[in-house]
């Protein structure tokens, strides 16, 4: 009887042990380094508070922390599985960045000879704006006109450059 008991238990044991190896060989292991570095976001240094992963050669920010920088919120969708970026505010719906207005509008931006402030934008080799930010603060405005004389307002906005919506539709840069 007792021998029985022995063998009952081992039987058991070697079944929890097999499937928990198996759940185990079925999990992927990833082997990343934890980083901290300096987040720059045009010209601007940006507080990250949590650490960075550097794997296989690239380094990952939270989602969270990269839309808080560029000024976005992320809201996650359980029902649907999706992550939703918005703007934090309908002051910044009324801006685009650069590269909002380049990828959405087959623009190219370029950087204007050795300065990291000018800007130019361009479409089939045609120049639409060039745009100064050199020495602009956070928050402050400026205007720029296009090739038919019509303004445009840019400023720097949570460290982004960026162009006023409706400015651009008057243009018609945008639509």
Not at 131 to 157: C, F, M, Q
Request: hydrophobic share 40%; aromatic share 6%; glycine share 6%.
């Amino acid at each position: 009887m007792k021998f029985k008991k022995v063998v009952l238990a081992l039987s058991i044991g070697m079944l929890v042990g097999s499937s928990s190896m198996a759940v185990a060989a079925t999990s992927q292991k990833v082997q990343a380094t934890l980083a901290n570095f300096k987040v720059i976001v045009n010209g601007q240094t940006k507080n990250v508070t949590s650490n960075q992963l550097l794997y296989k050669g690239n380094t990952y920010l939270q989602l969270r922390e990269a839309a808080k920088i560029l000024g976005y919120e992320v809201n996650y969708k359980n029902a649907s599985k999706s992550i939703e970026f918005s703007a934090k505010s309908q002051l910044q719906a009324d801006w685009i960045t650069l590269i909002d207005l380049s990828e959405s509008n087959g623009y190219k931006v370029t950087l204007k000879g050795d300065s990291a402030d000018v800007y130019i934008i361009s479409k089939n080799l045609d120049t639409l704006l060039t745009v100064n930010a050199n020495g602009l603060k956070e928050g402050e405005e400026k205007t720029v006109a296009d090739p038919s004389g019509k303004t445009i307002r840019y400023k720097k906005l949570q460290g982004s450059l960026v162009l006023n919506r409706a400015d651009l539709k008057q243009t018609g840069l945008i639509k």
